[in-house]
């Protein structure tokens, strides 16, 4: 499980960098390089310390899913809030944020749980991977939407 690691090293900066743009208007912000440093520092502290390189990361992969599900929630206050947008159906940033927060929701137990799952039992694993596909099919369906709409706004 080596490449969770270096994967989640380098989705979650961004996404980050993704929701500062939208919720702050500027690429890089203070927000964005605290979040990502600290959670950096914590990765590679428990990939060297609390976990093996080889066991899947459920502590620092929760600590991300969460804070993207924040960052997801928070673009759509901001929006509902600021209210300039005439028709949210149009909008493809609508529907890619939809589309993550559906997704890191979803994916929140099975994260949070994928250590005890594997020992649980193989049948209650494999219907949990099921589930998570499902999940990632209406992600990618949402992504998929978000991005038709993002050629059609051109």
């Known amino acids: 499980m080596p490449f969770i690691h ?3 090293m380098v989705t979650f900066p961004i996404l980050v960098l993704f929701y500062s743009n939208l919720i702050f208007k500027k ?3 203070r927000f964005s390089i605290v979040l990502i440093s600290i959670f950096e520092f914590y990765n590679f502290i428990n990939l060297t310390f609390i976990q093996s390189i080889y066991e ?4 620092t992969r929760t600590i991300a899913t969460f804070v993207v599900i924040v960052l997801c929630i928070w673009y759509f206050y901001r929006v509902m809030v600021e209210a300039k947008i005439m028709s949210l ?3 493809a940033t609508i529907w890619i944020n939809g ?11 099975f994260t949070v749980l994928f250590n005890v799952i594997l020992e649980y039992s ?4 494999k219907i949990t991977v ?3 596909s499902v999940i990632l099919a209406l992600f990618y369906a949402l992504v998929t939407v978000g991005f038709w709409k993002a050629g059609r706004s051109r």
């Open 6 to 8: 270096l994967y989640q």
């Open 27 to 29: 690429a890089v912000s």
């Open 56 to 59: 899947y990361p459920d502590i």
């Open 89 to 91: 159906w149009d909008e």
């Open 99 to 109: 589309a993550l927060l559906v997704y890191y929701s979803g994916n929140l137990f």
């Open 122 to 125: 193989r049948e209650f694993s």
């Open 130 to 132: 099921i589930s998570f």
